[in-house]
Protein backbone atom coordinates (compact mmCIF):
# COMPACT_ATOMS: atom_id res chain seq x y z
CA UNK A 1 0.00 0.00 0.00
CA UNK A 2 1.87 3.42 -1.23
CA UNK A 3 2.36 5.94 1.52
CA UNK A 4 -0.36 8.94 1.82
CA UNK A 5 1.35 12.16 0.57
CA UNK A 6 1.51 15.24 2.65
CA UNK A 7 -0.71 17.94 2.37
CA UNK A 8 -0.29 21.44 4.83
CA UNK A 9 -2.60 24.19 3.99
CA UNK A 10 -1.53 26.87 2.73
CA UNK A 11 1.90 25.55 2.56
CA UNK A 12 1.05 22.60 0.00
CA UNK A 13 -0.57 24.26 -2.75
CA UNK A 14 1.18 27.29 -2.41
CA UNK A 15 4.49 24.93 -3.45
CA UNK A 16 2.86 23.66 -6.15
CA UNK A 17 1.56 26.58 -7.71
CA UNK A 18 5.20 27.98 -7.53
CA UNK A 19 6.99 24.89 -9.00
CA UNK A 20 3.76 24.89 -12.16
CA UNK A 21 4.58 28.33 -12.72
CA UNK A 22 8.40 28.15 -12.56
CA UNK A 23 7.95 25.03 -14.97
CA UNK A 24 5.85 27.26 -17.25
CA UNK A 25 7.90 30.14 -16.99
CA UNK A 26 11.03 28.18 -17.91
CA UNK A 27 9.44 26.54 -21.06
CA UNK A 28 8.58 29.42 -21.83
CA UNK A 29 11.76 31.43 -21.89
CA UNK A 30 14.04 28.50 -23.36
CA UNK A 31 11.35 27.84 -26.49
CA UNK A 32 11.66 32.13 -26.81
CA UNK A 33 15.72 31.61 -27.15
CA UNK A 34 15.51 28.79 -29.71
CA UNK A 35 12.89 30.36 -31.54
CA UNK A 36 15.22 33.75 -31.45
CA UNK A 37 18.12 31.21 -32.57
CA UNK A 38 16.26 29.93 -34.88
CA UNK A 39 15.27 33.31 -37.22
CA UNK A 40 18.61 34.73 -36.44
CA UNK A 41 20.28 31.77 -38.18
CA UNK A 42 17.58 32.40 -41.43
CA UNK A 43 18.44 36.29 -40.92
CA UNK A 44 22.19 35.87 -41.53
CA UNK A 45 21.67 33.24 -44.22
CA UNK A 46 19.57 35.85 -45.88
CA UNK A 47 21.88 38.54 -45.58
CA UNK A 48 24.77 36.03 -46.61
CA UNK A 49 22.88 34.94 -49.79
CA UNK A 50 22.83 38.90 -50.74
CA UNK A 51 26.29 39.53 -50.66
CA UNK A 52 27.15 36.78 -52.95
CA UNK A 53 27.76 38.84 -56.22
CA UNK A 54 30.10 36.46 -58.46
CA UNK A 55 28.51 33.70 -60.94
CA UNK A 56 30.96 30.78 -58.90
CA UNK A 57 29.21 32.22 -55.45
CA UNK A 58 25.39 32.47 -56.95
CA UNK A 59 25.73 29.03 -58.68
CA UNK A 60 27.81 27.41 -55.30
CA UNK A 61 25.02 28.87 -53.27
CA UNK A 62 21.77 27.38 -55.00
CA UNK A 63 23.50 23.74 -55.22
CA UNK A 64 24.87 23.65 -51.69
CA UNK A 65 21.12 24.87 -50.47
CA UNK A 66 22.46 27.70 -48.90
CA UNK A 67 19.84 30.29 -50.87
CA UNK A 68 17.59 27.19 -51.24
CA UNK A 69 14.38 26.34 -48.74
CA UNK A 70 17.00 23.53 -48.10
CA UNK A 71 18.46 25.62 -45.51
CA UNK A 72 15.40 27.04 -43.78
CA UNK A 73 13.64 23.66 -43.37
CA UNK A 74 16.76 22.21 -41.90
CA UNK A 75 16.89 25.07 -39.18
CA UNK A 76 13.49 24.89 -38.75
CA UNK A 77 13.60 20.73 -38.27
CA UNK A 78 16.47 21.91 -35.80
CA UNK A 79 14.55 24.17 -34.08
CA UNK A 80 11.34 21.74 -33.91
CA UNK A 81 13.51 18.70 -32.04
CA UNK A 82 14.78 21.36 -29.72
CA UNK A 83 11.22 22.53 -28.48
CA UNK A 84 10.35 18.79 -28.74
CA UNK A 85 13.07 17.59 -26.03
CA UNK A 86 12.57 21.03 -24.02
CA UNK A 87 8.89 20.10 -23.33
CA UNK A 88 9.56 16.75 -22.41
CA UNK A 89 12.91 17.53 -19.91
CA UNK A 90 11.33 20.65 -18.44
CA UNK A 91 7.88 18.53 -17.75
CA UNK A 92 9.22 15.40 -16.59
CA UNK A 93 11.19 17.50 -14.05
CA UNK A 94 7.93 19.66 -12.91
CA UNK A 95 6.32 16.35 -12.48
CA UNK A 96 8.95 14.82 -9.90
CA UNK A 97 9.15 17.98 -8.52
CA UNK A 98 5.50 18.33 -7.72
CA UNK A 99 4.98 14.37 -6.14
CA UNK A 100 8.36 15.39 -3.96
CA UNK A 101 6.56 18.20 -2.53
CA UNK A 102 3.75 15.98 -2.13
CA UNK A 103 5.89 13.38 -0.63
CA UNK A 104 5.61 10.58 -2.72
CA UNK A 105 8.70 7.95 -2.39
CA UNK A 106 10.62 9.25 -5.06
CA UNK A 107 13.56 7.06 -4.52
CA UNK A 108 12.05 4.16 -4.83
CA UNK A 109 9.99 5.46 -7.98
CA UNK A 110 13.45 6.30 -9.49
CA UNK A 111 15.19 3.42 -9.10
CA UNK A 112 12.11 1.41 -10.44
CA UNK A 113 12.20 3.76 -13.22
CA UNK A 114 16.16 3.20 -13.84
CA UNK A 115 15.87 -0.94 -13.80
CA UNK A 116 12.87 -0.78 -16.54
CA UNK A 117 15.23 1.89 -18.24
CA UNK A 118 18.27 -0.58 -18.18
CA UNK A 119 16.29 -3.29 -19.38
CA UNK A 120 14.78 -1.43 -22.22
CA UNK A 121 17.78 0.44 -23.13
CA UNK A 122 19.48 -3.27 -23.79
CA UNK A 123 16.34 -3.97 -26.19
CA UNK A 124 16.39 -0.47 -27.65
CA UNK A 125 19.99 0.28 -28.22
CA UNK A 126 19.81 0.15 -31.71
CA UNK A 127 16.88 2.24 -31.92
CA UNK A 128 18.25 5.20 -30.02
CA UNK A 129 21.26 4.84 -32.08
CA UNK A 130 18.93 5.68 -35.26
CA UNK A 131 17.34 8.47 -33.60
CA UNK A 132 20.83 10.06 -32.47
CA UNK A 133 22.11 9.75 -36.04
CA UNK A 134 19.20 10.74 -37.18
CA UNK A 135 19.17 13.97 -35.39
CA UNK A 136 22.95 14.97 -35.75
CA UNK A 137 22.67 14.23 -40.04
CA UNK A 138 19.70 16.90 -40.07
CA UNK A 139 21.95 19.37 -37.31
CA UNK A 140 25.26 19.25 -39.24
CA UNK A 141 23.53 18.87 -43.14
CA UNK A 142 25.09 15.60 -44.17
CA UNK A 143 23.21 15.50 -46.83
CA UNK A 144 19.59 16.65 -47.83
CA UNK A 145 16.59 15.47 -50.35
CA UNK A 146 17.73 15.55 -53.54
CA UNK A 147 21.51 14.77 -52.91
CA UNK A 148 23.37 11.91 -54.72
CA UNK A 149 25.31 10.19 -51.92
CA UNK A 150 27.47 7.37 -51.47
CA UNK A 151 26.91 5.22 -47.95
CA UNK A 152 29.70 2.74 -48.47
CA UNK A 153 26.37 0.10 -49.27
CA UNK A 154 24.38 2.40 -51.46
CA UNK A 155 24.55 5.01 -53.93
CA UNK A 156 21.73 7.04 -54.61
CA UNK A 157 19.59 9.80 -54.74
CA UNK A 158 18.14 10.81 -51.57
CA UNK A 159 14.40 10.75 -51.19
CA UNK A 160 13.79 11.12 -47.29
CA UNK A 161 15.59 11.92 -44.22
CA UNK A 162 14.21 10.60 -41.30
CA UNK A 163 15.10 9.90 -37.52
CA UNK A 164 15.56 6.67 -38.14
CA UNK A 165 15.77 5.71 -41.77
CA UNK A 166 16.98 7.42 -44.68
CA UNK A 167 15.47 6.46 -48.01
CA UNK A 168 17.53 5.96 -50.97
CA UNK A 169 16.99 5.33 -54.40
CA UNK A 170 19.83 4.19 -56.83
CA UNK A 171 20.32 4.30 -60.34
CA UNK A 172 18.98 1.07 -61.28
CA UNK A 173 15.11 2.52 -59.64
CA UNK A 174 15.87 0.44 -56.84
CA UNK A 175 14.57 1.98 -53.30
CA UNK A 176 16.91 1.22 -50.17
CA UNK A 177 15.93 1.90 -46.49
CA UNK A 178 19.22 2.15 -44.32
CA UNK A 179 19.26 2.74 -41.10
CA UNK A 180 21.08 6.07 -39.48
CA UNK A 181 22.74 4.13 -37.09
CA UNK A 182 24.16 1.84 -39.47
CA UNK A 183 25.73 4.96 -41.79
CA UNK A 184 29.52 4.85 -40.60
CA UNK A 185 30.85 7.91 -43.51
CA UNK A 186 28.73 9.27 -46.04
CA UNK A 187 30.54 10.77 -49.48
CA UNK A 188 28.20 13.48 -50.62
CA UNK A 189 28.67 13.94 -54.36
CA UNK A 190 25.95 17.59 -54.46
CA UNK A 191 27.99 19.42 -51.93
CA UNK A 192 30.48 21.79 -53.04
CA UNK A 193 31.50 21.33 -56.84
CA UNK A 194 32.36 18.65 -59.46
CA UNK A 195 35.34 18.76 -61.74
CA UNK A 196 35.13 17.88 -65.29
CA UNK A 197 38.06 16.38 -67.16
CA UNK A 198 38.27 15.88 -70.74
CA UNK A 199 41.77 13.90 -72.62
CA UNK A 200 41.94 15.43 -76.33
CA UNK A 201 44.09 13.48 -78.53
CA UNK A 202 45.91 14.95 -81.16
CA UNK A 203 48.98 13.83 -82.81
CA UNK A 204 52.22 13.94 -80.94
CA UNK A 205 54.41 15.69 -83.52
CA UNK A 206 52.12 18.69 -83.44
CA UNK A 207 53.36 21.86 -81.77
CA UNK A 208 51.87 21.90 -78.10
CA UNK A 209 51.91 25.77 -77.77
CA UNK A 210 49.65 26.08 -80.81
CA UNK A 211 47.28 23.33 -79.45
CA UNK A 212 46.83 24.95 -76.16
CA UNK A 213 46.41 28.05 -78.12
CA UNK A 214 43.70 26.76 -79.91
CA UNK A 215 42.19 24.99 -77.02
CA UNK A 216 42.02 28.26 -74.52
CA UNK A 217 39.83 29.91 -78.00
CA UNK A 218 37.87 27.16 -77.45
CA UNK A 219 37.16 27.43 -73.55
CA UNK A 220 36.49 30.85 -74.10
CA UNK A 221 33.77 29.95 -76.18
CA UNK A 222 32.36 27.44 -73.74
CA UNK A 223 32.59 29.68 -71.17
CA UNK A 224 30.55 32.17 -72.88
CA UNK A 225 27.85 30.06 -73.86
CA UNK A 226 24.60 31.01 -71.80
CA UNK A 227 23.53 27.42 -71.54
CA UNK A 228 26.37 26.64 -68.79
CA UNK A 229 26.07 29.93 -67.20
CA UNK A 230 24.08 28.11 -63.83
CA UNK A 231 26.89 25.16 -64.73
CA UNK A 232 30.37 26.38 -65.26
CA UNK A 233 31.94 27.85 -62.13
CA UNK A 234 35.09 29.69 -63.84
CA UNK A 235 36.63 29.35 -67.12
CA UNK A 236 37.80 25.84 -68.45
CA UNK A 237 41.74 25.28 -67.60
CA UNK A 238 43.57 23.95 -70.58
CA UNK A 239 46.26 22.34 -68.35
CA UNK A 240 48.20 21.31 -70.69
CA UNK A 241 50.06 18.41 -72.03
CA UNK A 242 48.97 15.11 -69.94
CA UNK A 243 50.73 12.85 -71.52
CA UNK A 244 52.50 11.13 -75.03
CA UNK A 245 51.96 7.59 -76.02
CA UNK A 246 53.48 6.37 -79.22
CA UNK A 247 51.74 8.59 -81.62
CA UNK A 248 49.49 10.42 -79.43
CA UNK A 249 49.13 13.20 -77.60
CA UNK A 250 46.83 14.03 -74.75
CA UNK A 251 46.22 17.37 -74.07
CA UNK A 252 44.23 17.86 -70.50
CA UNK A 253 41.31 20.36 -69.93
CA UNK A 254 39.56 20.99 -66.04
CA UNK A 255 36.73 22.41 -65.44
CA UNK A 256 35.11 23.00 -62.65
CA UNK A 257 31.28 22.65 -62.25
CA UNK A 258 28.04 22.78 -60.21
CA UNK A 259 27.75 19.17 -58.72
CA UNK A 260 26.55 16.29 -60.68
CA UNK A 261 26.67 18.86 -63.61
CA UNK A 262 29.74 17.86 -65.13
CA UNK A 263 28.78 15.11 -67.72
CA UNK A 264 27.49 17.75 -70.25
CA UNK A 265 30.26 19.53 -69.65
CA UNK A 266 32.55 17.44 -70.35
CA UNK A 267 30.82 16.27 -73.61
CA UNK A 268 30.83 19.73 -74.89
CA UNK A 269 33.97 20.40 -74.30
CA UNK A 270 35.38 17.36 -76.20
CA UNK A 271 33.05 18.54 -79.03
CA UNK A 272 34.22 22.10 -79.37
CA UNK A 273 37.67 21.44 -78.92
CA UNK A 274 38.00 18.73 -82.04
CA UNK A 275 35.79 20.78 -83.99
CA UNK A 276 38.23 23.76 -82.97
CA UNK A 277 41.34 21.65 -83.78
CA UNK A 278 39.76 20.19 -87.10
CA UNK A 279 39.20 24.21 -88.02
CA UNK A 280 42.39 24.79 -87.22
CA UNK A 281 43.76 22.45 -89.35
CA UNK A 282 45.41 20.39 -85.92
CA UNK A 283 45.75 16.94 -87.23
CA UNK A 284 44.54 13.74 -84.95
CA UNK A 285 46.51 10.87 -83.99
CA UNK A 286 48.01 9.07 -86.98
CA UNK A 287 50.43 6.38 -87.99
CA UNK A 288 54.47 7.79 -87.83
CA UNK A 289 56.72 5.66 -89.60
CA UNK A 290 57.69 3.06 -87.10
CA UNK A 291 55.34 3.59 -85.24
CA UNK A 292 51.67 1.11 -84.76
CA UNK A 293 48.84 2.85 -86.34
CA UNK A 294 46.35 4.72 -83.25
CA UNK A 295 43.95 2.12 -81.23
CA UNK A 296 40.19 2.34 -82.90
Known amino acids: MLPLLTWSWPETPLTLVAIAVLAIVARWLILRAIKASVDASLRRARDRNAGQGSRAERILAAATGVTSARHEARTRTIGAVLRSTTSVVIGVVAALTLLEALGAPLGAIIA ?17 KD ?18 IDTGEVVGTVEDIGLRVTRIRDASGQVWYVRNGEIVRVGNQSQGWS ?11 EDPARVLAVLKEAMDEVYADPKWDAV ?10 EKVVGNTMSMRIFAKCAPN ?30 LPPPPA
Open 261 to 290: QHWGVQRDILERSQQALQAAGVRGPVALPG
Open 195 to 205: TATVDVPVAAD
Open 112 to 128: SAGIGGVALGFGAQSLV
Open 232 to 241: LLERPNVAGV
Open 131 to 148: FLSGIFMIMEDQFGVGDL
